[in-house]
Nanobody, 117 residues
Framework: QVQLVESGGGLVQPGGSLRLSCAPS????????MGWYRQAPGKQRTFVAQVLRGGTTTYADSVKGRFTLSRDNAKNTASLQMYNLKPEDTAVYYC???????????WGQGTQVTVSS
């Protein structure tokens, strides 16, 4: 199983920006899918975005146009740049790697993002 270390969460005002990073314990170029999910209090974990090895990205409708996910083989990280944050983006964000029929095969420990004035 791949170990994933997340960083970059915090408190930001509505309309602000944050950048989350995820560093896997193996070469990111060996991972077919890197993604981010989030879980708000009292709610289920939901998909946010994913990027394939070749760079193809997919986003949840709720973040499309505001979030950008990229993977950097040289830095061995996958980064989620979040713009125009809204209070409803408040959640614990989880990095995920790999994929099987049940979903991601590895998860990070989660990082809190709070959007509040």
């Amino acid at each position: 199983q791949v170990q994933l270390v997340e960083s970059g969460g915090g408190l930001v005002q509505p309309g602000g920006s944050l950048r989350l990073s995820c560093a896997p314990s193996v070469s990111i170029s060996s991972i077919d899918v890197m993604g981010w999910y989030r879980q708000a209090p009292g709610k289920q974990r939901t998909f946010v975005a994913q990027v394939l090895r070749g760079g193809t990205t997919t986003y949840a409708d709720s973040v499309k146009g505001r979030f950008t996910l990229s993977r950097d083989n040289a830095k061995n990280t996958a980064s989620l740049q979040m713009y125009n944050l809204k209070p409803e983006d408040t959640a614990v964000y989880y990095c995920a790697a790999g994929m099987n029929i049940y979903g991601p095969t590895s998860w990070g420990q989660g990082t809190q993002v709070t959007v509040s004035s």
